[in-house]
């Protein structure tokens, strides 16, 4: 099993920064990647940025430029600063591991409790 912790949640003005940190625990002998999903209320959970466990990123068009994630590999931690928000970025975010399964192919997927971020003034 994995555990993800989320923290670092709040209100924020329009134009202002939050960092979001997840640290995970368990059996990572086998992730392949972290990430960071968000979802609105009213509409679906949709990836934000993923990291591999080799560096490759993924960023959603609407945060390329403002977004930024990071990892401390030591610490099995994973962070994601988030510049120039917009009230559309208001959302619960969820950390998300990917875990290679046993069964050859397939993927095991963990999720962190959400943390809430709100952009307003």
């Known amino acids: 099993q994995v555990q993800l912790v989320e923290s670092g949640g709040g209100l924020v003005q329009p134009g202002g920064s939050l960092r979001l940190s997840c640290a995970a625990s368990?059996?990572?002998?086998?992730?392949?990647?972290m990430g960071w999903y968000r979802q609105a209320p009213g509409k679906q959970r949709e990836l934000v940025v993923d990291?591999?466990?080799?560096?490759?990123?993924n960023y959603a068009d609407s945060v390329k430029g403002r977004f930024t994630i990071s990892r401390d590999n030591a610490k099995n931690t994973v962070y994601l600063q988030m510049n120039s928000l917009k009230p559309e970025d208001t959302a619960v975010y969820y950390c998300?591991?990917?875990?290679?399964?046993?069964?050859?192919?397939?993927?095991?997927?963990?999720w962190g409790q959400g943390t809430q971020v709100t952009v307003s003034s």
């Open positions: 990291i591999t466990v080799d560096g490759r990123t």
């Open positions: 368990g059996r990572l002998f086998s992730l392949n990647a």
């Open positions: 998300n591991a990917v875990l290679d399964s046993q069964l050859p192919g397939s993927f095991d997927y963990y």
